[in-house]
């Protein structure tokens, strides 16, 4: 007698799979990514006509996007009892195909990882002076650790207070640039995407937030005082493929959800980053173990944040079946 077949996904588990994908962070909170299931096959599909030709003109913030979303997916299928198999795709539109198996307890991790995916949010803003203790700051890297992936806290903050304060100069005055990130900060009550007004305060360092035409620069030296008392870590790759974008923001959105699960709060950086030669300038006056993906700054919170909007969930499936998601 053969095993009956894993059952497939019903109307409220795709819920519980749309949702958890749908609060994953993402470039501009442009939520470039769909899902297409058929029974007990899950595509991850990144929608390439979210485009940033300024911000990112190759796509590598959307892929990392959509890698956060991935961890996002794979831990809802586990906290809902089900084994399942990712397969990450180099395709151009699928980047991930996961298979649901059969009914299998999640691990205490991967439940509290879950638990902790409604709870994050950007936190651009200070945080309580106080550190953070060494195991928890550990348990951090460790989370994002995976193949030709790399977490590490930046040394030399000096340099990166330079090369952050160079890069705002730079941002603030490429007109284009702000042309387009005027686009994803005005209109986000209408449509469910692009970053609110009140989201983007970053009193605690200019960089923290998305450097608009106004943000102020502090001189080198306040910079790299201000950053003495955050807590980094850049998500590093060994290469600079499109499978290491994607495996870069799994690992981010791990680690992500490991802070938040610590009772820490967070926001990602990658703004600098695309300015040319900007990365290998990091790697070389930082000493870091491989291409810089993102920086991950984090503490305990001193002020809340406010949440960001998302598009309906119905948004998530191009193919419509739903099922009247909202
Ligand atoms: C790949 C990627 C790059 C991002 N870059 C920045 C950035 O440079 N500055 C910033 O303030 N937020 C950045 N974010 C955070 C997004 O703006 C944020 O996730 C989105 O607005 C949704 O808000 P939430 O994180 O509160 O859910 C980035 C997020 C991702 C996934």
Redesign the pocket.
């Known amino acids: 007698m053969t095993a009956a077949a894993p059952a497939a996904l019903t109307r409220e588990q795709i819920g519980v799979l749309a949702r958890a994908v749908s609060?994953a962070?993402?470039?501009?909170?442009s939520q470039p990514w769909q899902l297409h299931v058929r029974g007990t096959e899950v595509d991850l599909l990144q929608r390439r006509t979210v485009e940033l030709r300024r911000h990112d003109p190759f796509g590598r913030?959307r892929l990392?996007?959509c890698g956060?979303a991935l961890t996002n997916l794979e831990l809802a299928v586990r906290a809902l009892g089900r084994d399942c198999h990712v397969d990450r795709r180099d395709g151009e539109d699928v980047v991930a195909a996961v298979t649901i198996g059969r009914p299998k307890a999640a691990s205490p991790r991967d439940y509290t990882l879950f638990q902790a995916i409604g709870r994050?949010?950007?936190h651009?803003r200070a945080f309580h002076h106080g550190r953070v203790p060494q195991g928890v700051h550990a348990a951090l890297v460790a989370a994002g650790e995976a193949t030709g992936v790399h977490v590490a806290a930046p040394a030399h903050l000096e340099k990166l207070a330079e090369l952050l304060g160079f890069a705002t100069r730079v941002l603030r005055e490429d007109r284009g640039y702000q042309r387009e990130l005027a686009m994803w900060t005005a209109h986000t009550t209408v449509t469910g995407d692009g970053?609110p007004e009140e989201?983007?305060s970053s009193e605690a360092l200019p960089v923290?937030?998305?450097v608009r035409p106004d943000t102020p620069v502090p001189d080198d030296a306040v910079l790299a005082e201000r950053l003495a008392v955050e807590n980094l870590l850049v998500v590093c790759t060994d290469g600079d493929t499109r499978a290491e974008h994607l495996a870069a923001?799994a690992a981010l959105q791990r680690v992500w959800l490991t802070a938040t699960a610590k009772a820490l709060v967070g926001?990602?950086?990658?703004?600098p980053l695309h300015l040319t030669g900007f990365r290998a300038r990091l790697v070389s006056e930082l000493a870091l173990p491989g291409v810089p993906q993102?920086i991950f700054r984090f503490g305990y919170p001193a002020v809340p944040a406010a949440?960001?909007p998302r598009l309906p969930l119905g948004e998530l499936f191009p193919d419509g079946p739903s099922g009247g998601l909202r």
């Open positions: 609060r962070p993402s470039v501009h909170n913030d990392l996007s956060a994050r949010r950007s651009r970053v989201a983007l923290a937030g998305l923001g926001s990602i950086i990658t703004q993102a949440p960001s």
